[in-house]
Structure formats: structure tokens, C-alpha cells
């Protein structure tokens, strides 16, 4: 079962690999008639410009498919066929973590590998959900899988751990709570910047840049606004669910276990930073004279402290939670 | 959110008064420290003020590691520790920034919550003039009541949806009906503000009267300790708290029981303890990792275990001494280390003297499951075939200089010194339970058997449901905060055209206060009229 999972987890990365080489196929090859169409659709939120300035960004952009039902070109299939790929790779990324639970005869959060690839499990899910509801967000599976690409990469590379019974200190129900409310939210937030880069990157090319992560803006339908306001969504609903696993659940945890509730051990430490930084998110965007671009490199740079509390923090500190330790 | 940045400054016409420039300066650094930008960078430099935190070891989360941090970087050491590198997080400037940061709160958040009141108390203003230019817009529609009555019906919907609705007759005989709803978007991020606050007052009160101790318990009723000071290996007060507020209870431990996987990966540890507290009886108990034994005012954690040798030492004289003596784990399989040592022996007794040259001293390591092979380390944690492999000194153990040395290695010093002396062979001398060691004097050592001690973390934290209590409210306000959204609607009814129709004419507008995406279908349901023109809101009365 163990070996199953390892290749089941082998095969995911493959197809979210392929995944990603189709999302790009229909990045190079996707007809400029399409997405020009969409691009140069007049922007919904530009109607409420005259509205009383206490209204911030009012009606909702819905974006859809152009109703252009025209044969599909060469890029409207490869993004059809990414799309189908990276449903397969969601599949077999899910059949994963079951063999991998099975193995183990519990949940499989027991360790760094298995916590890294549940969180991308989630960010992953949460993609596909959006990408139902939004369907002209599908360009944005190419960067999506390549994070996934990476993030289960390194996560295999550098953390991967053999199955094995969770240590005396794990057995608790707050350890389900916990890790399993943590993992929820770093999937959203790990998944939320993608279209936090995006945003930057359209709104960048729509006005004027031109150098090279810009340019990749040029084949972007969906507005820049449309894009900021996914990216504020994703971290709004992640954030009270973070706050909760992290800063009381874990707490409620390590109270239990340690006899303190927070001690900053380096992973505590890192949480703390992780909040901080999506509070000052959430903060920048509600602040009027704040720009949403700045707002939004805020919420990379959780991203980044995520990424550091993720891997970071494990391999380069050693502290309580060294449980979690690669390998 | 509405602007909460520059707020107009109170509104009276600024008559040319010379201010006193230290009160302006005064009143504009507080408008400073209190503006959103401010907060932010404050959150930041938080942020990045904890990073060092996680860098260097820390004395509150592991005071060996700082030992190990000055071994290492000797130069560099002192200087970390004088910027309060090891403490970061009770440091002057970690806690400067907070403060500053908690101080604007208070100073943002005090006249958000009187604002706050303030619209509480008021109705909605009536229709802007415009409601074309509103976000959202329903055009004029008929109905046949009159104004009056359309007007009501329409307040009535409003208000069962919890709108908070005012209905004011307008001079053309119409009326306005204007209607706001989701207050609480801004009870709840006020909410959390102050419970921010509350966790924060509640921390602190926490580390000024709590305390803490860990203590290495052995197995049996001879090992047992009470709670004070001086039976702690180390402990901490909180600047409040004296010696003698600690609750009274004594605690010994009958039993300790750990199994294992087959790999040697822990399974369960249990304690099982006898309890006296107060001027009460000894009462068993049991507790575990993550289920800890909670007395009144202390709670017991189980955070490690090992063991220790039983060993009785017989001097030259034929004096005996036995001692129980914890070897610490190293690694997984708890290969252990320890000492034991022996100042008060080979005593002669005729002269009843005490030979400081004589006394002894055995190193070594402990293994619960030795291999046949005779390897140094453990191959399974559970004490299946115990062995100590020991080596023996005589000589000054340096334990009367009343420097303070670890309790589980001899002095080195005294090694290097020449004052101890090894006085067994090369290879340690192995052990196993009932066997006893003759040494060069013809002293003996004998290895006794073993016993179990537990690691026990003792605790007290008296605002610890406080702190828990603000972060439930806190994720509650925020909760609030992020999902609530603030909106208003207005109606504006104007009696129909034409003397004799009685009818009257429905115009809508709708304002979303906050990113509000499913605003456009509320205010579609809002204005929805049947074709007969029933009541808004009444088409969709049926549907789920
Ligand atoms: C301890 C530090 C602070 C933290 C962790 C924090 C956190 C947050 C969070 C997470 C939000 C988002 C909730 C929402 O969008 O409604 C928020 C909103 C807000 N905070 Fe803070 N805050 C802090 C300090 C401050 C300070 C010092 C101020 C005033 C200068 C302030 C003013 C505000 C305001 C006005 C909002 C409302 C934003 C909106 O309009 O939605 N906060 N805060």
C-alpha cells in the first residue's frame, strides 16, 4: 500500500506535468480572437465609477466563455485536455493520500511530506472548484500546476518520510483539528497567489510594461480586477480558518501536550509571521490610499513565509515540532 | 469599508488661534500613529522582528541550545545575547513595537466605536437624488396601489429581510424608503479588535502570575517530591509570584508503562502517580502526553522519559551506598548517559575522616536493550536486556567547590587537572542487572536493576482561558468582519402620472458598501415584481 501511494504520487506530479504543458499549448496556441475578445470586453466594475465614493468595487465582473461557438482552434483543445488532465492528476493525487492513510491505518498528516502533499491536495481541489464555477479562469492552470508541479516535487525530494505510527504526542483530537484546519487554509492560501501573481502581471502589462513576466499579461482574458478580487476571496476565507487551526487549535494542542499554549518554537514563530503578514494583507486592502497592487504583493509575501514555514522551518530549525522533521 | 483614514478633523471652522506647538505636535503624531498606513508598517516590522526569533535558539524554548550557540560562535554570542537575541520575544524593542502597534489600535479602534454608535442610533439617509448612478439600478416599474401603501408594503419586506428600514414622505407626495443592513461588519471587526486586546492584556497578565517547573521523577515511594522551589531541576516564577504562593501538593510515582512498535517508535507512555494535595490523603491518578494531570492551580505534563540505574556502591572499608541514578536519553532507542558519583566514601573509620582523594566516580552509558555484539547504542527503547557499560574514576569528583557542574558528566576539570583519575582499563566495564564489578581497591559495584523516571513539566497559567476566551471572540469579530457585507437599498415611489390612476411608480437603487459579489442577485430578488405587481419580494416568499 505504502508503494502504491509512492507511485500514485509519482504519477500525479506526471500528469499535473502534462497538465501544465497543455495549459501552455493553449497559451501558445490559444487564438488571439478569443482572448482578445475577452480582454477587450469593457470592464464591469468601471460602471459603478460614478457611484458615491463609499462604494468600492461594486458590481460583481462576471466573467464567461465568449459565446463565440466557432470550431474550437488548437488552443481551445489543449486547454480542454489540460483541464481533463489535471481533473485525472486531482484523482490520483486524492488516491495518494488514501493509500498513504491506509498504510499508515490513520489520517495522513503524520509528517512534513504527508501535511505538504494534503495542503497541495487542497490547493488544488479549491482550483478546480473555481475553475467550475469561472471557467474562463482555465489559464490559470498553467501557473497553478506548476506550483503543484513544485511544491509535491520538493516536497517528495526533500521531505519525503517512509510510512510510520504517529509518535505518543500525536495522538490527540486536536491533532485532526489542527493540522487538518491548517492544512485547509494553506492549501487556499498556497493556491490564492496564483491569481495574486496574475493580477500583478495583467495589471502590469495593462499598463505598458513590457518586460518579460509582464508580457505573459498579454494572453490574459480575465481582468486584472477580476483577478484581485479571486486572490482577496481565497485569502479572506483562508484567513478566520488559519487563525483558528493555528492560533487556537494548536494552542488548545500545545496546552495539552507541552503544557504551554505558545512558546514560540520556530514553527510558532513562523505561523505568527504568517498571520501577521495576511493580517497586514487584509489590512492593506481595506485601506483606501493603499494601491491593490501593493495590497497584493503583501499577499505573496505570505506566500513566501508560508513556503518558509512549509520547508524552511523544517529543515533549517530544530524545535518541538521537530516531529515534522525531512526525512 | 467606508474611508477610515482621514477623518475630517472635528469640524469646527478653524479660527486663526495660536496653537501651542508642542500640543500640535503632540495631536499630529497621535493622528500619525493611529492611521491605517501606520498599523500596517507597525504589523510588518512585527513580522520581520519575529524572524530572529526563529533564527537564534531561544532561552524559553531551549536554554541547552544557547549553550550550544556560545560554544560555537563564542565571539558572536554575547553580542546576540546583548541585542536580546536569545529573548527576542521579551525584549525591549519586540515590545516596543507591539505596544506602539497596540496603542494604535486603541487610538484607531476608540473612534470607530463611538462612529460605530453613532450609526447604530441613526436611520439610513434617505435616496440619493440619483439612483440611476448607483452600482445597481432597477428601473421605474408601476404598480397599482398608492404610494402610501406601496411604500408600507415595501418597508414591511425590507424589514423582515432585517434591513433596517425608515420610510420618509417626499414633498411630491412619494416617499423614500430607504433601508441598510450588516451592522455587523463593523460590531465584529470592532470586536475583534479589543479582543486582540484582551489576548494581549491576558498574556501578560498570564507570564506575571504563572510559573513553571520540570522535575525528573524516578519510580517509587522513596523518590517522591513536593511542590516547592528548591525540588524543581529548574523552574520559573513569574515576577509576581513568590516561592510561597506555590498550591501545596506532594506527588510520587507508583508505575510508569511505555510500549513500543516493533520499529522501537513509542505507542503509549502512562504515569500513574500518588497525589497528596493540601493537608488531603495520597490519591492515585493517572495521566499521559497530551492528557495532563490537572490539580488545583497546577497541571502536571508528562514530556519525556528514561531511565535509572539502581547502584550500590560497597568502599574499601565494606561501607555501602546505594543510589537510583537517572541516565539521560541520547537518541531514540534510549541509549543513555549518566554518572554517578560517590564524594562520602572510603571513610576510614578509625579515623573517621573524610579522604578527599578517595571518593569515586563511574561514567558511562546505559543501554535498555543492549545488542549481544556488544555495540554502544540501544536497539530498542523498552528495557529488554539492560546494560550499563561504566568507567571508573577516583579521585577529588570537585563536587565541594560548590561550582555549579551538570549533574549527569564528572567534572572535566578535574580530569584534566589530574585530580580524578580513571582506575578501570580501557574499555568501559559492562554490566548487567545483578552483577557486580570489582574495581583495583577491591571496592565493588553493583548493578542493581533499574527504574523508570518520567519528565514532568509543571504548570501554571492562571489567564490561559482568558486568552483562550478573547481568540474565540477575536476569530468570531473577524469572522463577522470578512463575511458580512454592509449594503443599502433605496425605493424611491412617486405617485403615478395622471389624476385618477392612484397608482403608483417603484424606481430602485442599490449600494454595496463593502466587495459584496452576490449584491446584484439580493437587489434582483429585492426588486422583482410580479406582472401583476404584487409586493417586491413577494415572488421569491415561495422558493427555498
Ligand atoms: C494587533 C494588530 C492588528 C491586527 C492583527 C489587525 C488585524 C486586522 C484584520 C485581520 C482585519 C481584517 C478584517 C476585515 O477586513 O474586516 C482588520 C481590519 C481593520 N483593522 Fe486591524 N489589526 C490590527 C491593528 C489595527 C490598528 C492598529 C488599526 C488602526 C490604525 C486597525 C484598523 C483596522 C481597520 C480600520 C480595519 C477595517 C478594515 C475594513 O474596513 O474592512 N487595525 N484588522
Redesign the pocket.
Known amino acids: 500500500m505504502a508503494n502504491l501511494s509512492d507511485q500514485l504520487m509519482a504519477l500525479a506530479v506526471l500528469t499535473y506535468l502534462a497538465a501544465m504543458v497543455c495549459y501552455a499549448g493553449e497559451y501558445a496556441f490559444g487564438r488571439r480572437s478569443r482572448i482578445g475578445k475577452a480582454a477587450n470586453r469593457p470592464a464591469r466594475q468601471l460602471v459603478g465609477a460614478g457611484a458615491p465614493v463609499d462604494a468600492e468595487v461594486p458590481a460583481d465582473p462576471v466573467v464567461t466563455e465568449p459565446a463565440a461557438p466557432e470550431k474550437p482552434g488548437r488552443g481551445e483543445w489543449a486547454g480542454r485536455i489540460a483541464v481533463a488532465l489535471n481533473v485525472v492528476a486531482l484523482a490520483l493525487h486524492l488516491g495518494t493520500l488514501v493509500t498513504r492513510g491506509i498504510a499508515a491505518d490513520r489520517m495522513p498528516w503524520g509528517n512534513m511530506y504527508e501535511y505538504i502533499a494534503s495542503a497541495a491536495f487542497v490547493g488544488s481541489a479549491v482550483f478546480m472548484g473555481v475553475l467550475l464555477r469561472r471557467p474562463a479562469l482555465r489559464h490559470l492552470g498553467l501557473f497553478s500546476s506548476l506550483a503543484l508541479v513544485m511544491l509535491l516535487g520538493a516536497a517528495a525530494l526533500v521531505a519525503y518520510t517512509p510510512v510510520g505510527p504517529l509518535v505518543p504526542a500525536l495522538h490527540s483530537y486536536w491533532f485532526i483539528v489542527h493540522v487538518s484546519t491548517i492544512i485547509i487554509s494553506s492549501g487556499i492560501f498556497l493556491i490564492g497567489a496564483v491569481p495574486a501573481a496574475m493580477f500583478l502581471i495583467k495589471n502590469g502589462y495593462d499598463q505598458g510594461k513590457r518586460s518579460f513576466p509582464y508580457t505573459l499579461g498579454k494572453r490574459v482574458p480575465t481582468p486584472a480586477a477580476a483577478l484581485e478580487r479571486l486572490t482577496f476571496r481565497l485569502h479572506?476565507f483562508a484567513?478566520p480558518l488559519f487563525t483558528f487551526g493555528a492560533l487556537i487549535a494548536g494552542p488548545l494542542w500545545a496546552e495539552a501536550s507541552w503544557g504551554r499554549y505558545w512558546g514560540w518554537d520556530p514553527k510558532e514563530v513562523w505561523a505568527f509571521i504568517s498571520?501577521?503578514v495576511?493580517?497586514a494583507y487584509?489590512?492593506a486592502?481595506?485601506?483606501p490610499s493603499v494601491k491593490r497592487t501593493a495590497a497584493t504583493w503583501i499577499a505573496l509575501l505570505g506566500f513566501v513565509t508560508m513556503l518558509m514555514n512549509l520547508f524552511g522551518v523544517n529543515l533549517f530549525f530544530e524545535g518541538l515540532h521537530s516531529y515534522a522533521n525531512a526525512g | 469599508?467606508?474611508v477610515?483614514e482621514d477623518r475630517p478633523a472635528t469640524a469646527e471652522a478653524p479660527q486663526p488661534r495660536r496653537v501651542n506647538p508642542l500640543w500640535a505636535l503632540l495631536r499630529n503624531s497621535w493622528r500619525q500613529l493611529?492611521?491605517?498606513r501606520?498599523?500596517l508598517v507597525?504589523?510588518f516590522l512585527?513580522a520581520v522582528a519575529a524572524i530572529p526569533g526563529s533564527y537564534f535558539p531561544q532561552t524559553s524554548v531551549n536554554r541547552e541550545r544557547v549553550s550550544q550557540y556560545y560554544t560555537a560562535h563564542p565571539d558572536l554570542a554575547p553580542w546576540v545575547a546583548r541585542l536580546g537575541g536569545f529573548d527576542v520575544f521579551a525584549s525591549a524593542w519586540f515590545a516596543a513595537i507591539?505596544l506602539l502597534?497596540?496603542t494604535?489600535?486603541v487610538?484607531?479602534?476608540l473612534p470607530?466605536l463611538r462612529d460605530h454608535a453613532r450609526a447604530m442610533a441613526s436611520m439610513p439617509p434617505t435616496a440619493p437624488k440619483r439612483l440611476e448612478r448607483l452600482p445597481q439600478h432597477a428601473a421605474a416599474s408601476t404598480r397599482p396601489e398608492d404610494p402610501a401603501a406601496a411604500a408600507a408594503s415595501l418597508a414591511r419586506t425590507l424589514r423582515r429581510k432585517l434591513f433596517r428600514t425608515r420610510v420618509v414622505p417626499l414633498p411630491d407626495g412619494g416617499f423614500s424608503v430607504a433601508a441598510e443592513k450588516g451592522y455587523l461588519?463593523e460590531t465584529?471587526?470592532l470586536l475583534?479588535?479589543f479582543a486582540?486586546l484582551a489576548v494581549?492584556i491576558g498574556v501578560g497578565f498570564g507570564h506575571w502570575y504563572g510559573w513553571h517547573g520540570n522535575r525528573l521523577l524516578v519510580t517509587g515511594a522513596d523518590q517522591g517530591f513536593c511542590n516547592t522551589i528548591t525540588q524543581y531541576d529548574d523552574s520559573a516564577l513569574g515576577p509576581r509570584v513568590d516561592a510561597g504562593d506555590l498550591p501545596k501538593f506532594c506527588m510520587r510515582m507508583t508505575d510508569f508503562e511505555a510500549t513500543y512498535q516493533s520499529t522501537g517508535q513509542p505507542k503509549s507512555f502512562l504515569a500513574s502517580v500518588e497525589v497528596k494535595e493540601g493537608n488531603g490523603t495520597y490519591q492515585p491518578a493517572d495521566f499521559t502526553v497530551n492528557d495532563p494531570l490537572r490539580l488545583h492551580h497546577a497541571n502536571v505534563h508528562l514530556i519525556g522519559q528514561g531511565y535509572a540505574p539502581i547502584l550500590r556502591y560497597t568502599d574499601k572499608y565494606g561501607v555501602s551506598q546505594t543510589k537510583i541514578v537517572p541516565f539521560l536519553p541520547t537518541d531514540a532507542m534510549q541509549t543513555s548517559t549518566g554518572v554517578a558519583q560517590f564524594p562520602d566514601v572510603n571513610i576510614d573509620p578509625k579515623t573517621n575522616q573524610r579522604d578527599p582523594k578517595l571518593q569515586v566516580g563511574f561514567e558511562g552509558v546505559f543501554l535498555p536493550t543492549g545488542s549481544t555484539d556488544g555495540s554502544a547504542t540501544s536497539t530498542f527503547p523498552a528495557a529488554n536486556n539492560p546494560m550499563l557499560y561504566l568507567a571508573a574514576y577516583r579521585g577529588n569528583l570537585g563536587l565541594d567547590v560548590g561550582k555549579a557542574g551538570s549533574v549527569y558528566a564528572l567534572d572535566r576539570g578535574q580530569i584534566t587537572n589530574g585530580e580524578l583519575k580513571k582506575v578501570s582499563g580501557e574499555r568501559p566495564y559492562a554490566l548487567k542487572p545483578g552483577q557486580t564489578w570489582t574495581l583495583d581497591d577491591g571496592s565493588k559495584l553493583e548493578f542493581v536493576g533499574t527504574r523508570q523516571f518520567a519528565t514532568l513539566s509543571i504548570r501554571y497559567d492562571p489567564t490561559q482561558t482568558t486568552v483562550l476566551a478573547g481568540a474565540v471572540l477575536g476569530l468570531l469579530g473577524?469572522m463577522l468582519?470578512?463575511f458580512v457585507h454592509r449594503r443599502r437599498v433605496w425605493f424611491r415611489v412617486s405617485p403615478a402620472e395622471g389624476p385618477d390612476t392612484g397608482g403608483s411608480v417603484i424606481e430602485a437603487g442599490g449600494l454595496p458598501r463593502?466587495d459584496y459579489p452576490g449584491f446584484a442577485a439580493e437587489f434582483a430578488a429585492l426588486t422583482r415584481t410580479d406582472t401583476d405587481g404584487g409586493p417586491p419580494g413577494h415572488a421569491e416568499e415561495g422558493t427555498p
Do not use: E, I, P, Q
Open positions: 479572506a484567513f498571520w501577521v495576511y493580517a487584509l489590512h486592502r481595506a485601506t | 469599508m467606508t477610515v493611529t492611521s491605517m501606520t498599523a507597525l504589523l512585527l507591539y502597534l497596540f494604535s489600535l487610538g484607531c479602534v470607530r461588519k465584529g471587526n475583534f479588535h486582540l494581549l473577524l468582519s470578512l463593502t
